[in-house]
């Protein structure tokens, strides 16, 4: 059985994607431990939270070295909403917070109408809705699907991020999600 890694840092929808996870026949454990995250076959990054606050409890378990060795070494990593926003180099969230640099690019402030953005977005080219829920956007040149022009998926090596909860998508989140840990 693949063993994944949820990373703990402290928020985020931990049970919600460990039970899809489950649905999907995948063991996880929930641990900033830099061993296992360094060990395990593919890493998750789990959505919901702030940047500042989860980049604090990264650095403090010594997890935020653990996942860029792990990005280096070509391992797979997989990021849900805040986990994708983590993986840039910086968010303008909480006045301005280094992230884990592992793909170029702002996590920046969506513009106008209501914030935090909630629910049933298209994207595009994978021609699917799947529920969104967030206040920050990713700009970065490795986007790989939009949804209302926002950044929905990047991929970059081995990390594959995504803006919405495929966990809480329905169906056609659980099959985008066994995509992304499959490809991962």
């Not at 830099?34 to 409890?57: F, Q």
């Not at 106008?112 to 994978?126: E, I, K, N, S």
Request: include cysteine; charge should be negative; proline fraction near 4%.
């Amino acid at each position: 059985m693949t063993s994944v890694v949820v990373v703990d840092y402290g928020a985020g929808n931990t049970r919600s994607v460990r039970s899809a996870l489950r649905r999907l026949s995948y063991e996880s454990v929930l641990t900033s431990e830099p061993t296992a995250i360094l060990d395990a076959e593919i890493v998750v990054l789990p959505g919901v939270g702030s940047a500042r606050s989860a980049m604090d409890h990264l650095a403090s378990t010594g997890a935020v070295t653990a996942i860029r060795e792990r990005f280096s070494a070509q391992r797979p990593i997989v990021g849900i909403c805040l986990g994708m926003q983590l993986a840039l180099d910086r968010s303008e969230e909480d006045g301005g917070v280094e992230g884990l640099g592992l793909i170029p690019g702002v996590v920046r402030r969506l513009p106008g109408g209501r914030v935090p953005r909630l629910g049933w977005q298209l994207v595009t080219p994978v021609n699917e809705a799947f529920y969104f829920a967030h206040s920050y956007f990713a700009e970065t040149a490795c986007a790989t699907g939009l949804s209302d022009e926002v950044t929905a998926i990047v991929e970059s090596g081995s990390f594959i991020g995504v803006q919405f909860h495929p966990e809480k998508s329905g169906d056609a989140g659980l099959r985008l999600l066994e995509q992304c840990l499959t490809r991962a």
